[in-house]
């Protein structure tokens, strides 16, 4: 689960990039003839993606879902989806946003990746929620992995009231 989400953002964030940079260049040629203003394409920027990233979800959910061994209920994979789905938007409009914030595409590239680690660290995958310094805990909350594998455990986890084995002790 943590495996898929950091993979399809990372993707996705870096997949981005390069396009985004090379309409740039439109952007302002059209933005200095009078054409349209800075919001009308940034808007128009978005709102293309959201389709392509639903169509993107949908064969990724396909492919995982079942790899992953989830339960096949409706309300669980709409669950899924609406989480996948929000990760690959967030995950490309940071893609977006560092190509904006940098004047090429290099160094956006060099600058997402140095979040990536952020991203992880502070996601409660490789060091639980407890385990946080209290100084840093802010940054828990403010980390969107956290909130997306939040989300994937108590949707497909939090009604599953299976025993296991756990150092020959049966545990909930």
């Given at each position: 689960m943590?495996?898929?989400?950091?993979?399809?953002g990372?993707?996705?964030s870096?997949?981005?990039?390069?396009?985004?940079?090379?309409?740039?260049?439109?952007m302002y040629r059209?933005?200095f003839?009078?054409m349209y203003?800075?919001?009308?394409?940034?808007l128009?920027q978005?709102?293309?993606e959201v389709?392509y990233?639903?169509?993107?979800?949908?064969?990724f959910?396909?492919?995982?879902y079942?790899?992953i061994?989830y339960?096949g209920s409706?309300?669980?994979v709409?669950?899924?989806?609406y989480a996948i789905?929000s990760?690959?938007?967030?995950?490309?409009?940071?893609?977006?946003?560092?190509?904006?914030l940098t004047?090429?595409?290099?160094?956006?590239?060099?600058l997402?990746?140095?979040f990536?680690?952020?991203?992880?660290?502070?996601?409660?995958?490789?060091?639980?929620?407890p385990?946080?310094?209290?100084?840093?805990?802010w940054?828990?909350?403010l980390m969107p992995?956290s909130?997306?594998?939040?989300?994937l455990?108590?949707s497909?986890?939090g009604?599953v009231?299976?025993?296991?084995?756990?150092f020959?002790?049966m545990k909930?």
């Amino acid at each position: 689960m943590y495996f898929a989400v950091a993979f399809l953002g990372m993707n996705s964030s870096s997949s981005v990039q390069p396009f985004v940079s090379t309409e740039r260049i439109v952007m302002y040629r059209e933005r200095f003839a009078g054409m349209y203003s800075s919001w009308a394409y940034a808007l128009a920027q978005v709102t293309v993606e959201v389709p392509y990233l639903f169509i993107q979800t949908l064969l990724f959910r396909m492919i995982t879902y079942p790899m992953i061994g989830y339960y096949g209920s409706a309300y669980k994979v709409l669950w899924y989806f609406y989480a996948i789905f929000s990760t690959q938007l967030y995950f490309t409009f940071f893609g977006m946003l560092f190509v904006s914030l940098t004047p090429e595409v290099t160094i956006a590239g060099a600058l997402s990746s140095f979040f990536y680690p952020l991203l992880n660290l502070f996601s409660d995958f490789l060091m639980p929620k407890p385990k946080i310094p209290k100084w840093w805990f802010w940054l828990y909350y403010l980390m969107p992995t956290s909130w997306t594998l939040n989300c994937l455990l108590t949707s497909q986890y939090g009604d599953v009231n299976d025993e296991i084995v756990v150092f020959g002790e049966m545990k909930p």
